[in-house]
């Protein structure tokens, strides 16, 4: 089966398992602790696309949250790592930040990521509705 069609059979089924990465960690702290208190499960954070890269090989999440700004580093470039790297059946991808989509808009579009959040609407509702290809509720 397509990861696809597994991670929507899982959606109200059971807590999707994902990695968040963020360079800031009050943000991976609170993001955790918010997706938490709604039914999904953190099976790990990074701060980095190294640490990423190791904590997806680890744990095996079915979603992985990436903020576009990782500092030093570019989060499309990981989430192009993610997605047309070397791994059979990649996890879903979602880009999150804290710039609005509107300025960001061109970045979005060339990004092989399901769909992009803003920081402060992630929730686990949002997500879902995401990749089930529904508008954010």
């Known amino acids: 089966m397509r990861n696809g069609v597994v991670l929507a059979m899982l959606i109200g089924a059971m807590a999707l398992r994902a990695l968040i990465v963020d360079d800031n960690r009050q943000f991976l702290d609170a993001a955790s602790a918010l997706l938490e208190s709604q039914g999904m499960t953190i ?13 997806l090989d680890e744990t095996q999440p079915d979603l992985v949250l990436v903020d576009i700004d990782l500092g030093e580093e570019s989060g499309l470039d990981l989430v192009r790592s993610i997605v047309h790297g070397e791994r059979p059946d990649p996890p879903r991808v979602i880009l999150i930040s804290a710039y609005p989509e509107d300025d960001i808009v061109d970045l979005l579009d060339a990004s092989p990521a399901v769909g992009f959040l803003s920081k402060s ?13 529904e508008a954010a509720p």
């Open 43 to 55: 099976v790990a954070v990074a701060s980095s696309g190294e640490d990423a890269r190791r904590r």
């Open 121 to 133: 609407s992630l929730s686990a509702a949002a997500i879902e509705a995401m990749l089930r290809g």
